[in-house]
């Protein structure tokens, strides 16, 4: 039997248990043995939860069990998400998270502390939910040079952008429908302000370049000041406007990437795109334009993803494969 701990029980930590039980007998026959959840790290209690009982407000009761061998992290924010993931590698645990901004942040030194010790760093379900865009780029693509990605990679802004579309909504009225709905939290300055996109960008273009350029290197333009002027002219030119985050090269070599609201053809594969769903279109020399296009959010479907780098690590056992490594953009 594969032991996991969960860092973190909030709604995708909580999906993670949701689907580990709903799907017992695939994760058993994927895996060539079940996985069982024996510790769940949160500062709060979950007396209701049928897993209450396995929640811990220490750390080292994960660190220092000896029959854990994957620590997934869905803690959110970077401290002490980051130094708690690091500290389970050292600690000869491979690691899996949905946390985007522990991977924007420190993804270099994550992933050569993985090599170091033949464990594995996956963050599947850190870009783009339960899309699973990371697998594709790492191994379905693995044989092509990426040229450019362009996604839309944030469902909060792209259901807002559709309302103001299709029901006329100014964008406060379309924000504050999004958060009644649970799409756009209280304070959705990450959302409409493109930094939740920017760092998923930069994790595509590490993947896609091997190189991880800081988030704040990013040309950013949210959609705060959007007006619905704007969204009504575009349609009336036969456009439409989404929030694109870009990663590509520019002229010279150096890196591009940007995110912004962007005018599109309605030809463009992106430019159907509605709702909370999200898409990434990748452009490959050899292969041309893929998109991938799917659930960008909620609990089950990055829960999905999370799980499927659970079982990939537990069918791998004591062979982990080798990850690609990142540098940062100024070694």
Not at 127 to 148: D, F, K, Y
Not at 179 to 189: F, K
Not at 302 to 328: E, H, Y
Request: aromatic content about 4%.
């Amino acid at each position: 039997m594969a032991k996991i701990s969960i860092l973190g029980f909030g709604t995708i930590g909580q999906g993670l248990a949701e689907v580990i039980a709903q799907n017992a007998e695939v994760v058993r026959r994927q895996c060539g043995e079940p996985i069982e959840i024996a510790h769940v790290l949160d500062l709060r209690e979950f007396p209701d939860h049928p897993l209450g009982g396995l929640v811990t407000h220490d750390f080292n009761d994960v660190l220092n069990d000896p029959e854990v061998s994957v620590v997934v992290e869905m803690m959110g924010g970077s401290h002490p998400a980051y130094d708690f993931s690091l500290a389970a590698l050292k600690a000869g645990k491979n690691v899996v998270t949905s946390n985007k901004e522990v991977v924007a942040n420190f993804g270099p030194e994550l992933l050569a502390e993985a090599k170091k010790k033949g464990l594995r760093y996956l963050f599947e379900a850190s870009v783009g939910g339960g899309i699973p865009i990371i697998r594709a780029m790492t191994s379905s693509l693995a044989g092509n040079e990426i040229v450019e990605v362009n996604g839309i990679l944030n469902g909060t802004t792209n259901y807002i952008l559709t309302e103001m579309k299709e029901k006329g909504r100014t964008m406060q009225e379309a924000l504050a429908t999004a958060q009644e709905l649970g799409y756009a939290e209280r304070d959705p300055s990450a959302d409409i302000d493109g930094l939740d996109a920017a760092r998923k960008i930069c994790i595509l273009n590490a993947l896609a370049f091997g190189v991880m350029i800081p988030v704040d290197r990013v040309d950013v333009t949210g959609i705060r000041d959007m007006s619905l002027d704007e969204i009504l002219d575009a349609e009336k030119s036969g456009q439409t406007v989404k929030l694109i985050a870009h990663a590509g090269k520019k002229a010279d070599g150096s890196p591009d990437l940007w995110v912004r609201p962007t005018r599109l053809d309605k030809s463009s594969p992106l430019a159907s795109v509605s709702g909370v769903f999200n898409a990434i279109l990748v452009r490959g020399r050899s292969l041309g334009d893929v998109m991938f296009y799917g659930a960008g959010a909620g609990s089950l479907p990055t829960a999905s993803a999370v799980l499927a780098d659970v079982i990939d690590i537990v069918r791998c056992g004591d062979k982990q494969p080798a990850q690609q490594q990142w540098r940062r953009a100024d070694a």
